[in-house]
């Protein structure tokens, strides 16, 4: 009697629909991406693409135009201002191409082997990129975004590797690992604790040429971009002096405030901390030889980022502690024997997940939109001619993009820190609202009398700018806005 092989339809059914199934998940991403691109505004990212406005108009960063952010956040929305005008959503182009970007590497890691691995850890991590991290911001156009996506993506190709697996290493990867640390560290100040942490752990004897070169490199290139923007004393005096002297006692920062704000995010959370033990487990504990001690170094790194609460300012170590679960999850079907079976199962689940719950999460991103139009804007338009500028103070940043008009002055918001820095500038980097304020003398202001952190009244620290709003200005036909007065007689 001849002998009949039953094939297991299971495996047999996810080898043939490998293909056309990862197609569709990235057809579902790339879908998924319009709505993100449109949901929710957020001051900060708003800011951003004011800033990258004045920079590609030719004003300087620091010296002429206020930020004490790190001058790699205006790099992506100085370049979008070159070719064309847009608004926030077309700024957030380039973090949708770093998620792709991460995507790749991941099929390009060394410590995947199947490919059934691959995509796995490629599905989940797409899955936390449309469902979980856009809850905290995590899709917008900011520097702890940036530095998310940028250190996510020297993870697949570079740290993890060169701590797991260091005979994998290419010289590429090396070349390329280093350059995007040293360049994240032209984001915030604040993340060099932990990019040092992250550079040593993966540092190799073998490579520490090629890797310092490259590492050199990056602070070369990221310098003269600076240079080719900004001022380099500006940068030391917006960024390093303002945020290590003159905000941190507005934010309380303390060594003991920062640690328990660490344990807080971490272990306080439901879902943050089971991630965060299952991942220690699968790097630290299971590390083999002079691994632990890279491993740990690496993770301590990760946990840092968390220094400020869990939010959007710890995005670049929740992208990582996101990028490191899919990698652990994927070597886990590694070395399963069933590697097909549950790889169908989990696409399974996945598929189930996006068909219940992605018309309920496009609901709330629709009820929640990147706004279009608001009462002070569109009396902008009506009054000024698009060459005009407008001031909107002191943290509404949102309406020069509504107006489509740029600030008339480079401390475009104007919040207490500013204030307090500008009683003693240093370095002679003092970018002065109420100077400009006055020679500028825009048409419309904007003022929303708001309580910065509940702590601060507008009226607290902006008096030199409300006494040029009394002696020049007048109340409009809506709440906050401000007339020159001259104009009023002209029949403005």
Not at 26 to 36: A, H, K, N, S
Not at 422 to 442: H, L, S, T
């Amino acid at each position: 009697m001849p002998r009949i092989i039953i094939r297991p339809c299971v495996p047999r059914l996810a080898r043939r629909t490998f293909g056309p199934l990862l197609m569709a998940l990235l057809g579902v991403y790339l879908l998924f991406q319009w709505p993100l691109a449109h949901y929710t505004e957020w001051a900060d990212e708003s800011e951003t693409v004011v800033a990258s406005k004045l920079l590609a108009h030719g004003e300087r960063l620091y010296s002429e135009v206020f930020n004490n952010h790190g001058p790699l956040t205006f790099l992506c929305g100085f370049l979008i201002e070159k070719v064309g005008d847009f608004s926030v959503p077309g700024h957030r182009m380039p973090v949708i191409a770093l998620q792709l970007a991460i995507f790749a590497s991941i099929f390009a890691c060394p410590l995947l082997l199947s490919r059934y691995a691959k995509a796995l850890a490629a599905i989940i991590l797409g899955l936390f990129f449309l469902f979980l991290i856009p809850k905290y911001l995590g899709h917008t156009n900011q520097y702890d975004i940036l530095a998310g996506c940028l250190l996510t993506l020297t993870l697949y190709i570079y740290l993890a590797p060169a701590i797991l697996d260091p005979a994998a290493l290419t010289p590429g990867a090396v070349a390329m690992g280093s350059f995007l640390i040293g360049s994240t560290a032209f984001l915030a100040v604040t993340y060099w604790p932990s990019l040092l942490l992250l550079y040593f752990s993966a540092l190799r004897r073998e490579h520490i040429q090629r890797s310092l070169a490259w590492l050199a490199l990056a602070l070369l290139a990221n310098l003269a971009f600076l240079a080719f923007i900004g001022s380099l004393r500006g940068y030391i005096a917006e960024h390093l002096y303002f945020n290590l002297v003159i905000l941190a006692p507005f934010m309380g920062t303390t060594l003991w405030g920062s640690a328990w704000a660490i344990v807080k995010a971490l272990f306080f959370n439901a879902w943050v901390f089971p991630m965060l033990a299952w991942v220690a487990y699968g790097l630290v504990i299971k590390a083999s030889g002079s691994a632990w001690w890279r491993a740990s170094l690496a993770l301590l790194g990760v946990v840092l980022f968390f220094m400020r609460g869990f939010g959007f300012h710890a995005m670049p170590g929740l992208y990582m502690l996101l990028g490191l679960f899919a990698l652990s999850m994927g070597q886990a079907l590694d070395r399963s024997s069933m590697k097909r079976t549950i790889y169908a199962g989990a696409a399974l689940l996945v598929c189930l997940f996006i068909l219940t719950y992605g018309p309920v999460w496009c609901r709330r991103m629709s009820s929640d939109p990147f706004p279009t139009s608001s009462e002070f804007s569109e009396f902008a338009k009506l009054r000024t001619a698009k060459g005009d500028r407008i001031i909107a103070y002191p943290f509404e940043n949102v309406q020069y993009l509504l107006a489509d008009r740029l600030p008339a002055s480079g401390a475009f918001f104007f919040l207490p820190w500013q204030a307090k820095y500008n009683e003693a500038p240093v370095f002679g980097i003092k970018v002065d609202p109420c100077q400009e304020f006055r020679e500028n003398r825009p048409k419309l202001v904007f003022i929303k009398d708001a309580v910065v952190w509940g702590r601060y009244p507008w009226q607290s620290y902006s008096s030199c700018i409300q006494e040029c709003l009394d002696e020049s200005y007048a109340l409009g036909p809506g709440k906050g806005i401000y007339i020159r007065k001259d104009l009023i007689a002209q029949g403005l």
